[in-house]
């Protein structure tokens, strides 16, 4: 069985790619701790949109909520353990700048 | 399909409030209101059960997180603050053009999409897929919790005297 996507495709791309770029700009222009992981969170929206959208078009919905769920476990313990990163780091050198992760070395 | 474009607008802008907004307890509620905005989405395109969770874990639980981990770093004084948002505003003002322009560009773009996929012919309900066909996503779910549970109990360990 194949499927063909529709011309409706290009909507939901360019939402994805505006949410990505979104995502990619807050990360790239702050040294904020906080913001990166902001960021990192952004970008995680734009794929859970695209996943569903794929899943819409295709006719896969189930499939893609699977995928979905999936991305939203992988997406809370990575929130959790950089939220953990961030405070610990935060107790050593009182700074959120990302500018001092270089001390973390080693 | 008028009102759902102008949710997808929204859910940007949103996301615009939550990588724009000076403090970071406004960034986090940005970040909030777009999770709710794509649990919105999710439920018109009918993913009920990923946007239940979207709503309850992401809208809920991350944004508890975040707001608990910037209540815990000392907050700046009024002239670092000041100078940060001066130096933030120089960063950020060209992301709204850049997105409004990509925004136009992109919906420009209309090429003939002919991809074609192979796909299993069986799609069921949601419950059967994540329990009966994808069983190993949830091995790797649960391996991927113990990984952040066993990493949390690393960060917060006590140093040995």
């Known amino acids: ?106 | 399909m008028i009102w759902f474009t102008i949710l997808l607008v929204v859910l940007v802008l949103a996301a615009l409030w939550a990588s724009m907004a000076t403090a970071l307890l406004r960034a986090t509620l940005g970040l909030a209101l777009t999770s709710a905005l794509l649990a919105v989405v999710m439920y018109a395109l009918g993913a009920t059960l990923a946007a239940v969770i979207e709503l309850s874990v992401c809208a809920g639980l991350i944004t508890v997180v975040l707001v608990s981990v910037t209540s815990l770093t000392q907050p700046r004084t009024f002239k670092e603050a000041l100078a940060a948002r001066r130096s933030r505003l120089r960063r950020f003002w060209p992301l709204p053009f850049v997105l409004l322009a990509a925004g136009i560009g992109l919906s420009f773009v209309r090429v003939p999409v002919d991809i074609v996929l192979k796909v299993p012919a069986a799609d069921g309900d949601v419950r059967t897929v994540l329990w009966s066909l994808r069983q190993l996503d949830l091995f790797g779910q649960i391996l991927i919790l113990l990984a952040g549970v066993f990493g949390v109990l690393v960060l917060f360990r006590k140093e040995a005297k």
């Not at chain 1, 290009?10 to 992981?37: E, H, K, P, S």
């Open chain 1, 1 to 106: 069985m194949t499927i063909v996507i529709p011309q409706s495709f290009w909507l939901y791309f360019t939402f994805f790619a505006l949410l990505f770029l979104d995502g990619i700009w807050c990360m790239l222009a702050t040294r904020n701790m906080v913001r990166v992981l902001i960021g990192i969170e952004i970008l995680m929206k734009s794929v859970t949109l695209f996943l569903i959208a794929a899943g819409y078009l295709s006719g896969r919905m189930a499939l893609a909520q699977a995928l979905v769920i999936t991305v939203i476990v992988i997406e809370v313990v990575v929130v959790i353990v950089i939220a953990g990163v961030i405070l610990g780091f935060f107790r050593k050198h009182d700074s959120l700048d990302v500018g001092n992760t270089r001390e973390m070395k080693g």
